[in-house]
Structures are given as C-alpha cells and as structure tokens.
C-alpha cells in the first residue's frame, strides 16, 4: 500500500495500523518512528557510476530515472528532497511496485533511489550497485500510524509488538 493511501484508509477505519516514511499530518493520526534507513542510489552494474562508491544527487537529474507509483512512501520522502534542492527529475519512468522498480534497475534502464535494505538483497547480490548520495539529507525513518483514541485488533497489537522489538517503542492503545 503506498503511503498516500494509509492515512484515508486510518481515518476510515478500513485498517487499524499504516507503515510509512513519513509522519501523518493529520492530528487525529498518532505515529511511532520504528526504523531508521538510508537512502542510496540504485543503479545497473553496466551503467558508468557502478565503479563509483557515491553519486552527486544533482547528477540524478540528468538520468533516466525509474520510480515506484506515485504515493510510494519512498518516492515522495526522495521527491520533497530533490525539489528543495531544486532538483526536477523529467525523464521517469514508473512503475506500480517496488519489485517493477528492481527488475527495470537490472535490466538497465535507468537509476533509481531506494531504502538500502529495500535492495539488499540485489546489491549482495550484485545485480545492482548501491551508491551513497552526496548533498541531500539520505536518512529515511519509517513510523507506524493509528488513529488517537483507537483500540488496535490482537493482530495489529502483534505487529506493534514485532516493530517495537526492533526499536520502535510508545504510547499503542491495547485491544479492549
């Protein structure tokens, strides 16, 4: 689910608890920061900066450019990024998920900027290579979000608990 859509589906009551890289603006929405991450450049290992161990973020505007859907939680946290730096990617090429993104990354049509351990895997494994980005902010905190007030299900408290083991910790309402 991508961000832009968790907090309407928390306020309607369609889902006790959203995962985002963002805190929720609504102030009827709580959220709890649960993991701290980077933001790299993603590119093919046939494309020039592979040998390279960090990209100019300004150098990212010039490149064919390959985005998750629009809302990605990802997506939008890297977008504000670039646009405060004045910093307009034109050549995008989008797709509905994060696993479209990887597969195009390989293929080697275009860069990207992911959460490191969004990609991981493929940059052990060495089907792309992550890069440090210089001259922007590239740490990324994803939060979980309920409503104020709410009472979470057994399994929505499950997950709580899971994410609060790895370092998230706060004030969730228990299941009545």
């Known amino acids: 689910m991508v961000s832009d859509s968790v907090s309407p589906k928390l306020l309607a009551s369609e889902i006790d608890l959203g995962l985002v890289s963002s805190e929720p603006g609504d102030p009827r929405l709580m959220a709890q920061p649960f993991f701290s991450d980077e933001l790299v450049a993603i590119v093919p290992r046939s494309h020039p900066w592979a040998a390279k161990a960090r990209v100019e973020v300004q150098d990212l505007a010039d490149e064919t450019f390959i985005v998750a859907a629009r809302g990605a ?68 905190e994803f939060f979980y979000a309920w409503r104020k007030n709410a009472h979470l299900s057994h399994a929505a408290q499950a997950l709580v608990s899971l994410l609060q083991s790895t370092g998230g910790s706060g004030g969730i309402p228990s299941h009545r």
Do not use: P
Not at 127 to 138: M, N, P, Q, S, Y
């Open 73 to 140: 939680s990802t997506r939008t946290v890297m977008e504000e990024r670039l646009r405060a730096k004045g910093i307009v990617l034109s050549n995008l090429l989008e797709f509905g998920n994060l696993e479209g993104v990887k597969h195009e990354l390989e293929a080697g049509l275009g860069v990207s900027v992911q959460a490191r351990s969004v990609v991981q895997r493929e940059v052990t494994a060495s089907t792309v290579r992550g890069l440090k980005l210089t001259g922007i902010d590239a740490s990324i």
